[in-house]
T-cell receptor, first 112, second 111 residues
Framework: EDKVVQSPLSLVVHEGDTVTLNCSYE??????LLWYKQEKKAPTFLFMLTSSGIEKKSGRLSSILDKKELFSILNITATQTGDSAVYLC????????????FGGGTRLMVKP | DGGITQSPKYLFRKEGQNVTLSCEQNLNHDAMYWYRQDPGQGLRLIYYSQIVNDFQKGDIAEGYSVSREKKESFPLTVTSAQKNPTAFYLC??????????FGDGTRLSIL
């Protein structure tokens, strides 16, 4: 059975801090790993990672995948209150109809 | 604007009642999905459909049913057999291998 574990469960930081969120996985026939940000409602897509060692970057957010050690990290630099959200990690397997297996999420709170 | 529309935003179910959650997309995506999210937890897959008139059970399909008669629509029925239906329900669609996009969800509670 595919499995995704995120840590920490929750995190409280102050504006300007840098945070690192972790995602480890076990999946048969790995295809990709995805990061989503969920505020009140719909998760919004952040990154899709398929290759080891290649950093994806979008503004203050970046993510990297290690397919040998089976984990990914999501970094947020110079955090802002608008970064407060639940961050979800999910993995997709080949021959699985594009289905995603999600981790439990990391709840990030950024204080002014 | 293209997107995924879920309705209603809030829904209340009485004992023994079936309720149906709507999900419509105008993104021309072939694949659609239903997830359940419980407080403080990640998303769990209920059902998915890769093409019209075909769908498969996900990890927690018991007590739920779906149909896919049109490409743009994938309604979910929560039946009276689902004994713990209180949750946040999210619908998603995708054009594989592109990532899934989500609707704003329906929050279901028991009266």
């Amino acid at each position: 059975e595919d499995k995704v574990v995120q840590s920490p469960l929750s995190l409280v930081v102050h504006e300007g801090d840098t945070v690192t969120l972790n995602c480890s996985y076990e999946v048969t026939n790995f295809r990709s790993l995805l990061w989503y940000k969920q505020e009140k409602k719909a998760p919004t897509f952040l990154f899709m990672l398929t290759s080891s060692g290649i950093e994806k970057k979008s503004g203050r957010l970046s993510s990297i995948l290690d397919k040998k050690e089976l984990f990914s990290i999501l970094n947020i630099t110079a955090t802002q209150t608008g970064d407060s959200a639940v961050y979800l990690c999910a993995v997709e397997a080949y021959n699985a109809g594009n289905m995603l297996t999600f981790g439990g999420g990391t709840r990030l709170m950024v204080k002014p | 604007d293209g997107g995924i529309t879920q309705s209603p935003k809030y829904l209340f179910r009485k004992e023994g009642q079936n309720v149906t959650l709507s999900c419509e997309q105008n993104l021309n995506h072939d694949a659609m999905y239903w997830y359940r999210q419980d407080p403080g937890q990640g998303l769990r897959l209920i059902y998915y459909s890769q093409i019209v008139n075909d769908f498969q059970k996900g990890d927690i399909a018991e007590g739920y049913s779906v149909s896919r008669e049109k490409k743009e629509s994938f309604p979910l029925t929560v039946t009276s057999a689902q004994k713990n239906p209180t949750a946040f329900y999210l619908c998603a669609s995708s054009a594989p291998p592109q990532p899934q996009h989500f609707g704003d969800g329906t929050r279901l509670s028991i009266l």
